[in-house]
């Protein structure tokens, strides 16, 4: 069923009744791209950088379909009903969105290759917004709304504005705290204070009890949003048509949400339709369960569930729906779609995979091909355990019939499968998943060609590293975080030719100032610092690993003596408290710029310098 903004609230009772009475729900997207050039995956990448990098593409590009097909299960097996949903950002009546649609080439060429109606996503897409725009929605002088959307680089400009936000941010603290009817004065001097201040509005701290406006180039008025203000602005949202009720009712329905190679899809479910994703990858579990609290990954099933991974040759969607479909017909539940629901019936739905609807069903299969497969091992396994305990005593077997007679009435949520959900599968990754409800305990497998290095100067660059070991090249460099990197070696026969232990003076001596490769030096960021680089081996690495867990340990206070938040805030906010700033060129070992030599730092200078690391590049 094609749902458009023109009839989504005619069809919404019937999409509710359909949701709510669902056993399990399969959801698919269509996105407008999918990875950023600068947001390359790394096959060793830390679930924090991997969550960044995901981040940052869904921040780019923008979901325009979205497929919900609800499973019901009746008499005769079960009954589909698939929704189709085209999704367009753009401004309503009521609401200025200010989005901004951007697209990859190949994504909008693979779209209408499969049939992708563009006119009809422009004309007759649903408009949505989410918890954090809402929050952040302003009343202008006309008295329409707007909304202020979220930059995307918004780590990058709140870092190189990072005084300007902390000095708003207790500003804003204290005039709430005195609870003083006048306006908030804030002076902004360039435009990014500006839209910093709009941003700032939009923060769940908040609630959407203050807004920002300008009063002229430089200077802006924060204020309380009066009770008429935002009884107006609630009557606007709930009449307006915004397909977040969609995931509010999956979100009601409480029952599993299954989707194929799901992380971009829940990525950008959330950021799209729930709240802009958080900085840090435990806040963005947290939403996410919030949102839907059991996800089920069939591509995550299929290459790790031990009864499933030795079925399949590949875990690729249609692959897989072809081999569950065939296995299902020959003995397995019948699953129909509903009489109402005719989009995919009577073999149309051969030329409409990639159409979100159509692979959503597609998903619900699947699963439920798999939730029977599982569940027949299951029972073989038992019909066996049960030959070998034939002499069990009375209450046992009274409390293991109990115990099957409760999973059998919760079907789709039982230990045998639930130790599989709310896992993630991750493409190219060595950490394989994402788990929703745990942190990841993940060791990278002892591999003879791979070795770690600790020790790695800041600036230091992955061409630097292939010009101090010559004799290894070539190598695949995979930086992780506190100055360390792994060093994969991609020809067998250069792994014996590796020195554990320190670079040495006699490698780094040459690209040093006053020698004679001192120009590549430079450019690269070869410094002395490099001769303390060390090579580990697999062994060492564990070593290394286990003695930094005993010193963070060790640094550890004690419950009792951990500061809180407020203490932090007013420890920073004393008058008493001077900065002592960053490196300045006394302090470095370089000649000063002539132009400098007027303004270097003094002990008794007020100006704060301020310094950032920079940030390794491969």
């Known amino acids: 069923m094609e749902v458009l903004k023109y009839n989504f609230e005619e069809l919404y009772p019937t ?54 097909c609800a499973f019901k299960k009746t008499d005769e097996g079960y009954t589909a009903k698939p929704f189709n949903f085209y999704i367009f950002g753009g401004d309503t009546p009521q609401f200025q969105c200010r989005r901004v649609f951007l697209s990859s080439a190949s994504s909008l060429s693979f779209l209408r290759s499969n049939n992708f109606d563009f006119n009809k996503l422009i004309d007759g897409g649903i408009p949505y917004l989410n918890f954090s725009e809402e929050s952040a929605t302003t009343v202008s002088a006309s008295g329409n709304f707007i909304t202020m959307k979220r930059s995307n680089n918004q780590d990058s400009l709140y870092n190189l504005n990072r005084l300007f936000v902390d000095t708003l941010r207790n500003d804003i603290s204290d005039w709430l705290q005195k609870g003083k009817g006048k306006p908030l004065i804030v002076h902004v001097n360039k435009g990014a204070h500006k839209k910093i201040v709009f941003e ?64 971009f899809d829940l990525f950008h479910t959330v950021d799209q339709f729930w709240k802009y994703l958080p900085y840090e ?97 299951e029972t073989e396994k038992k019909k066996e355990k049960k030959e070998k305990k034939e002499k069990k005593e009375k209450k046992k077997k009274a409390k ?79 930086w992780t975080a506190d100055n360390n990197a792994w060093l994969n070696i991609k020809h067998d026969n250069k792994v014996e030719l590796v020195q554990l232990g320190s670079v040495g003076l006699d490698r780094v001596q040459d690209f040093l100032p006053e020698n004679s490769r001192e120009t590549e030096g430079k450019t690269y960021g070869i410094t002395k610092e490099a001769a303390n680089i060390r090579i580990l081996n697999y062994d060492q690495w564990k070593e290394f690993k286990s003695s930094k867990s005993e010193v963070k340990e060790s640094n550890v206070l004690p419950p009792s003596t951990q500061p809180d938040v407020t203490t932090i805030v007013s420890t920073s906010s004393n008058e008493d408290y001077v900065p002592t700033g960053g490196m300045g060129y ?18 008794n200078q007020d100006n704060q310098q301020f310094s950032s690391k920079k940030n390794k590049h491969s």
Not at 31 to 51: K, W
Not at 287 to 310: G, Q
Not at 592 to 598: E, L, V
């Open 200 to 263: 700032e509005m939009g923060r769940s701290i908040y609630n959407g009890f203050i807004q920002a406006t300008s009063r002229d180039s430089r200077t802006m008025e924060i204020t309380r949003v009066t009770e008429e203000n935002r009884k107006k602005k609630g009557d606007a949202l709930s009449s307006s048509v915004n397909f977040r009720s969609i995931i509010e009712l999956i979100k009601e329905a409480n029952c599993p949400v299954v989707a194929h190679n799901a992380a």
């Open 400 to 478: 293991k019939q109990e115990e099957e007679e409760e999973e059998e009435s919760n079907f789709f949520i039982s230990s045998s499968l639930s130790t599989y959900y709310n896992k993630i599968f991750l493409m190219r990754s060595e950490l394989n998943f994402m788990d929703l409800r745990g942190v990841e305990d993940y060791d990278p497998p002892n591999l003879p060609n791979r070795f770690f290095l600790t020790n790695v100067p800041d600036g230091l660059t992955y061409t630097a590293i292939e010009l101090l070991y010559p004799e290894l090249v070539p190598v695949y460099i995979t």
């Open 586 to 603: 006394d302090d470095l070992d370089i000649p000063i710029p002539p132009s400098f030599a007027s303004a270097r730092k003094r002990p």
């Open 281 to 377: 990858v435990a806040d963005f579990k947290n939403t996410l369960l919030d949102m839907w609290n059991t996800i089920v990954d069939t591509k995550y099933m299929a290459e790790f569930h031990p009864d499933l991974r030795e079925c399949f040759n590949s875990s690729v969607l249609a692959s897989l729906f072809n081999t569950v479909e065939e296995e299902l017909k020959k003995g397995g539940p019948v699953v129909k779609m509903h009489k109402d629901y005719d989009r995919y019936s009577d073999g149309r739905g051969d030329n409409s995979q990639h159409e979100a609807g159509y692979d959503a069903y597609m998903t619900g299969v699947i699963y439920l091909g798999f939730v029977h497969y599982v569940k027949e091992k």
């Open 15 to 68: 999409i509710k009744e359909a949701i709510l009475e669902a056993d399990f729900i399969s959801i698919d997207t269509e996105f407008t791209g999918l990875t950023h050039p600068a947001a390359s995956p790394q096959i060793l990448d830390t679930m924090q950088q991997r969550y960044e990098k995901l981040s940052q593409c869904v921040k780019e590009f923008t979901i325009v379909q979205y497929g919900v």
